[in-house]
């Protein structure tokens, strides 16, 4: 492998995340061998990886018209190759077009592949000297559209048409197949949002406060210099929709809280930092390796008061007492389709199967947690989709289910220039082409009866 060459290493991660690994994870181990690579080129290799991912649908589209032979039967290698050399033809402006085909051309030989190299160099010219020919569907042909321009599987186009108007459903797509933005949660427990600002803009990052967190920062164009206070824990970068989660919960000093979901462990820090380290937090997560992820991130921050331990809730948690709980906060596994633009690979590994089945999940995780909170008590569901089956229903089954709970109206809880989020049912909706681009996210909040708010 060529070690240093941004364009191989993104082929060799895009090679992973085919075979199965996560984005994200595989990107970050890449770069983390590489600590010598130029910043330019770090920031090719993500630009390269996420968005291949994210536009492939369009990219196929385009490639469609030039292959003589259906994509789907060309060799695995083969057509990462074209989807490489057809992003940067297609999007990136600053890469020269002979080069883009050269490079890709270049990049087959180097991976081992040179005997597609001429069918590259073939479908790449013609994608160079004809893409202004390109029949993309319009925005009125809006199940095309949405499949061909907004990278969307047909199953996720019809979810979306199900639920939207055709407008709304061509906004949401296009957002979709957008860049998200870069946010950072400002750690209180260790400086300020306006210091924050202040070094950031020293550093040459061009950064602005987010809309309606009180903690966050949007870093609308990035310097070469890296960002300043991150080994001193100054901040967590986390989209804006999710840093409100935790205020929804309305946790204080002196509360015990169970965060049910925990890991990464964004939100589980932020409630320490909400708290002041002054509330008891238990934080569970299924999985042992992602534990180790909250306790070093409750380390970085100065979190203290936590207690993160492995716990798959299908089953009763026998390790902690029934209505022992002031707090509440199932972050609940689920299909993700909001944060489509930083899990890209996710929209061509979910399917209509996985929505019914991460349902059933939240039910279950919501039936294990409701024993646990006490009369008064506060039990917040979120969730990071915007699918009818995993919000509406599984709060409305839940209900039905637990008659000693009901769902309080957040704009109760929540600052009025926050109200353009909250439904009127009383729960928190927010979308990436509605909310100055923020992640698009569900939550609800459930009180339980008796005892004193």
Not at 116 to 143: A, Y
Not at 205 to 216: D, I, N
Not at 353 to 365: F, H, P, S
Not at 410 to 435: N, Q
């Amino acid at each position: 492998m060529n070690f240093y060459n941004p364009r191989h290493i993104a082929f060799d991660i895009l090679t992973r995340v085919d075979d199965g690994a996560f984005a994200d994870l595989a990107l970050d181990a890449a770069l983390a061998k590489r600590d010598r690579l130029d910043p330019r080129d770090r920031g090719l290799v993500t630009e390269l990886v996420y968005g291949v991912l994210r536009l492939r649908g369009r990219l196929d589209f385009a490639l469609s018209q030039f292959s003589r032979q259906p994509l789907g039967r060309l060799e695995r290698g083969a057509l990462r190759l074209l989807r490489l050399g057809a992003y940067q033809l297609l999007e990136l402006d600053r890469v020269p077009s002979h080069a883009a085909v050269h490079a890709t051309v270049e990049l087959a030989r180097q991976v081992g592949l040179e005997r597609v190299s001429g069918l590259v160099n073939g479908v790449l010219r013609s994608l160079e000297r004809e893409r202004e020919t390109i029949p993309w569907p319009t925005p009125e042909t809006i199940r095309p559209y949405l499949q061909h321009v907004c990278s969307l599987p047909s199953w996720l186009s019809k979810e979306l048409l199900r639920q939207f108007p055709n407008a709304e459903s061509r906004a949401l797509g296009e957002a979709l197949a957008g860049q998200p933005p870069v946010s950072l949660r400002v750690n209180t427990l260790k400086t300020e949002r306006a210091a924050v600002l202040a070094a950031m803009e020293e550093a040459g990052h061009q950064v602005r406060t987010c809309s309606y967190a009180p903690e966050g920062i949007i870093v609308e164009k990035r310097s070469e210099n890296p960002f300043p206070g991150d080994a001193e824990g100054w901040y967590q970068v986390q989209d804006e929709a999710s840093m409100l989660i935790a205020h929804l919960l309305g946790a204080e000093a002196g509360d015990k809280i169970l965060d049910a979901c925990a890991a990464p462990g964004g939100k589980t820090t932020h409630l320490a930092a909400l708290t002041g380290n002054r509330g008891e937090i238990l934080a569970l997560d299924k999985h042992p390796q992602r534990v180790e992820l909250i306790e070093r991130g409750a380390q970085r921050l100065g979190c203290e008061k936590i207690e993160a331990r492995p716990w798959d809730l299908t089953e009763a948690p026998d390790f902690v007492e029934a209505e022992s709980f002031d707090r509440i906060l199932v972050d609940a596994p689920c299909s993700g389709l909001g944060v489509l633009r930083r899990n890209p690979e996710s929209r061509w590994t979910r399917t209509s199967l996985d929505v019914k089945e991460l349902a059933a999940l939240q039910r279950t995780i919501l039936s294990q947690v409701a024993p646990l909170v006490r009369p008064g008590g506060v039990l917040l569901y979120s969730v990071c989709t915007f699918t009818k089956r995993e919000t509406d229903e599984v709060v409305s089954d839940f209900l039905a289910a637990h008659p000693g709970f009901v769902q309080e109206d957040l704009r109760g809880v929540v600052p009025e220039d926050w109200f353009g989020l909250i439904t009127e049912s009383g729960a928190l909706r927010s979308f990436p082409h509605r909310h100055d681009g923020m992640d698009a996210f569900f939550a609800v909040r459930l009180r339980r009866s008796g005892g004193e708010n």
